[in-house]
């Protein structure tokens, strides 16, 4: 079922698009920070958990863990300190609206940060931006000293006595960072090798003490809920599951990313629930040149495969796991027109994951690193049909879910294997048949092309 | 300034501007050890690489052991530890969706242009171009961070172009 597109107005990129929307001046001209005001003055942190609680909202970095949930495992009582880590590592292959929210609109994720603080009563937030984000970075930068000079920031955020320091933090270009632990311990200054949970970083995270995790979008959706309430939030979305108790529905406004062979790629507002039709049709112009979608990943690379077909998907957090995916991940759509070779596509997906993985798990090192090799051969004309069993039993071994790694970048390398084979298996065997026809059926070992160099991490 | 930090017996590559400027950092973290990445960046920032000097330079101010600090660093593969990186950084993106809109063709021609493989510095050190994955920038595909500059929609006459402005073009 499609959702309804006619009243679709967007908040949490209302003020992009402006010249000045980045500045102090011009967000506080829209309310802004009058709805964190509000909440110091009239609202205790329970209240505020109890409110993010009462609206579902559920962490758009990938996971969709609701919120207020995660933030109520902190210990209660705790001596302090809390820490609390803003997940700006945005790498994702496909995904960029975190960084369309920090360049344009600072000040949403900032007072969202402050919020999201003072519930989990943090005293100490670290504001961890991947590298590769100059300009949201020195907007960051004139966003924070603006926060201080103006008292939002400091011994008592607008005058009410809480004590909140931002500090921003730069990366250093690995993907793995974005993982929490791997955050975590990035932050801290070691390798980021994600660590075994638990313990959940609620109960020892950063410097080993309660440390709450959450995305950029996640942040700016607090700040949404406090000034237009819980009614609204919910009125958008897609409701829970009647049918499944342990389904916390999808509400809320979701930031989509559109790239790939579209008319006009880009970051789109619209509730949590719409189409992949509705996404490629209604705002991305179709798919471009006229051409035919083959297929599109349905929310980052490591979500897997959508067939043309298969486009009715609804991007809630329920959808694309209907559609054999690993869900809705970041939301982030990449379409492919009907002249892609799905050996290049995942070709590119497992180069991918070889060059990210943290080398800490064999089955995530060895295998990402083994599926890379064998694409290389496929794709150069020495592939065999026996290779796709073996990528897939790579696929189905290497992640949490069949429990053999530590983190979920292995998970994110298999998705990719298990649907571009399973869904575009014949197209495989073809090219196997027509680049390798003397060799396609052989079975017994065969060596790689050449050794991998790891060059880099 | 009193210090309390050992000296080490090479000559030193950090300058008191860096020192303080790692220093900064102290009151931030509850860990020196935190600083570690903070402090990379800032010498990478002065001297474009951070040789095996500048680690036990760091460790010091950090007061770690050494290889503590090149444990870090060599995870990352962002910092040059051999030589200086070129007057600029840029990484040319490989992932999907520019892949899908000719990056790799894009950074092979720049490649073949300035004469250098991926990753390495055109002799006049004027650039260095090196593979990126995922730029968090897919809606201007192909593209590419040039310093601090994020150029999209780059083809083989934009690149070309690109490589003149910096003074890299066919000049190994
Ligand atoms: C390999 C890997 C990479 C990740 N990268 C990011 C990221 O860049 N940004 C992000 O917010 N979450 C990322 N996550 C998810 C985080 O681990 C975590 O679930 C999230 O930051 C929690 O925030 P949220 O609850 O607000 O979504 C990643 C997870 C994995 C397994
Ligand atoms: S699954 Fe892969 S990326 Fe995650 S901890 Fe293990 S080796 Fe590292
Ligand atoms: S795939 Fe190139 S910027 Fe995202």
């Known amino acids: 079922m499609e959702i309804d597109l006619t009243n679709n107005t967007p908040v949490l990129l209302s003020r992009i698009g402006r010249p000045e929307s980045h500045t102090l001046s011009d967000y506080r001209a829209d309310g802004g920070y009058e709805g964190l005001a509000r909440v110091l003055r009239d609202m205790k942190p329970e209240d505020l958990i109890q409110l993010i609680k009462d609206s579902s909202l559920r962490g758009r970095g990938g996971a969709g863990f609701p919120t207020g949930l995660k933030w109520s495992f902190l210990p209660k009582d705790h001596p302090g ?3 609390f880590c803003l997940n700006a590592d945005e790498s994702e292959p496909g995904t960029f609206n975190n960084r369309i929210l920090m360049e344009e609109d600072p000040h949403q994720v900032i007072e969202g940060l402050i919020l999201a603080c003072y519930a989990t009563r943090s005293v ?22 603006e926060c201080y000079s103006a008292g939002i920031l400091g011994k008592s955020v607008l005058g009410s006595g809480f004590c909140l320091d931002i500090f921003p933090h730069r990366g250093a270009a690995a993907y793995i960072c974005g993982e929490e632990t791997g955050l975590i311990e990035s932050l801290e200054g070691k390798r980021a090798w994600p660590r075994i949970k638990p313990p959940f970083p609620a109960v020892e995270g950063v410097f080993r003490k309660p440390t709450v995790v959450n995305n950029v979008e996640t942040v700016a959706c607090v700040k949404q809920i406090v000034d237009r309430g819980v009614d609204w939030f919910k009125s958008l979305g897609v409701p829970a599951d009647p049918k499944n108790p342990r389904d916390p529905g999808s509400y809320g406004p979701k930031l989509y990313c559109l790239s790939g062979h579209v008319e006009r790629p880009g970051c789109y507002e619209a509730p949590l629930g719409i189409t992949v039709h509705q996404l490629v049709d209604h705002f991305g112009g179709g798919v471009w040149k006229n051409r035919h979608a083959k297929a599109a990943i349905p929310g980052g690379i490591s979500m897997g495969l959508l067939k043309a077909d298969e486009f009715d998907c609804p991007l809630d957090f329920a959808g694309p796991g209907r559609y054999g995916c690993l869900g809705l991940g970041t939301a ?4 492919m027109d009907e002249t892609v070779s799905m050996v290049d596509f995942l070709h590119n997906s497992a180069r991918f994951f070889a060059h990210e993985s943290c080398g800490q798990c064999t089955p995530c090192r060895e295998g990402t ?7 290389e051969r496929i794709r150069a004309g020495r592939g065999r049909l026996k290779d796709l069993d073996l990528l897939l039993e790579i696929g189905d071994t290497i992640g949490i879910m069949p429990g053999t790694t530590i983190c979920g970048l292995a998970d994110g390398a298999a998705w990719p294997l298990k649907n571009a084979i399973r869904k575009f298996r014949s197209e495989f065997e073809e090219y196997m048949q027509r680049t390798n026809p003397s060799g396609y059926q052989q079975t017994d070992a065969v060596p790689a092309l050449s050794s991998l160099s790891h060059g880099g991490h | 300034m009193p210090s309390t930090e050992k000296k080490s017996n090479s000559t030193p ?6 020192r303080d400027e790692i220093r900064k950092y102290f009151a931030r973290y509850p860990t020196r050890q935190a600083v570690t990445l903070p402090a990379l960046h800032v010498v990478n920032k002065y001297l474009r690489h951070v040789p095996l000097q500048a680690v036990v330079e760091i460790a010091e101010l950090l007061e770690l052991s050494p290889a503590q600090v090149q444990d870090t660093l060599s995870f990352y593969g962002f910092f040059p530890q051999q030589a200086p990186h070129g007057e600029v950084r840029a990484w040319v993106c490989r992932s999907i969706s520019c892949a899908l809109r ?17 990753g390495e510095t055109t002799a006049n050190g004027k650039l260095t171009l090196e593979f990126g994955e995922c730029l968090g920038a897919c809606e201007l595909a192909p593209c590419m961070l040039a310093g601090d500059q994020l150029v999209g ?7 070309e172009e690109f490589l003149a402005s910096c003074g890299a073009l066919g000049t190994s």
Do not use: F
């Open chain 1, 369 to 375: 690193a083994w599926a890379l090799r064998m694409l």
């Open chain 1, 332 to 335: 982030a759509v990449v379409v």
């Open chain 1, 81 to 83: 300190p809390i820490y």
């Open chain 2, 13 to 18: 590559v950090l300058n008191n501007e860096m």
């Open chain 2, 102 to 118: 000719g990056g790799e063709e894009v950074l092979a021609h720049m490649c073949a242009k300035a004469k250098i493989q991926p």
């Open chain 2, 153 to 159: 929609h780059l083809t083989a006459e934009s690149s």
């Open chain 1, 124 to 145: 100490t937030a670290y504001y961890y931006m991947r590298y590769e984000y100059p300009r949201a970075w020195e907007r960051l930068l004139k966003a924070l000293d």
